[in-house]
């Protein structure tokens, strides 16, 4: 009796671990993806239209992000969260998991447009030559690898 009741809390106790843990994955993904889409919208963005003033260290800031982004990409969808509960408006595309050369060749270049950008990017005439390509990076991703919700 005693080993049955073990066995039974040990299974409870890393199955509860494994639910925190995809939980995790899905809030890490979740919270890059935000980073990344304020970094575009509200900081980049603005000062490519020039709607705000060009700042070298947002600039610096956002682009770093990006290329943090382009080093969590590879790994951030493990098969673990293929079935996890997304909050929002959007989810990943099962077609991570089923097109993975697809997804790595889409990381692999957005990775070489965000390390570009970061060693070009010293003013606002190389910020408007270098922030359309990550936007295009950006959306084409999203185009195949992202789902909207209903």
């Known amino acids: 009796m005693m080993m049955r009741t073990i066995v039974v809390v040990t299974t409870l106790v890393l199955g509860a671990g494994a639910g925190m ?9 979740q919270d890059t993806m935000k980073a ?16 705000k003033p060009y700042d070298q260290a947002a600039v610096d800031a956002a682009l770093n992000q990006f290329v ?10 493990p098969d673990s969260v293929k079935d996890a509960k997304w909050e929002g408006d959007f989810s990943p595309s099962p077609k991570i998991w089923t097109d993975k050369a697809g997804y790595d060749a889409k990381v692999a ?40 919700k209903g």
């Open 21 to 29: 843990a995809q939980q995790d994955a899905v809030k890490l993904a």
């Open 36 to 51: 990344n889409g304020k970094n575009m919208g509200a900081v980049l963005g603005p000062m490519f239209k020039g709607e």
């Open 109 to 148: 270049s957005f990775a070489k447009v965000v390390n570009e950008a970061k060693a070009k990017v010293k003013d606002l005439d190389t910020l408007k030559a270098n922030f359309p390509g990550i936007g295009k990076e950006c959306g084409a991703c999203h185009e195949t690898y992202r789902l909207k």
């Open 68 to 77: 943090d982004t382009a080093k969590k990409l590879p790994t951030m969808f």
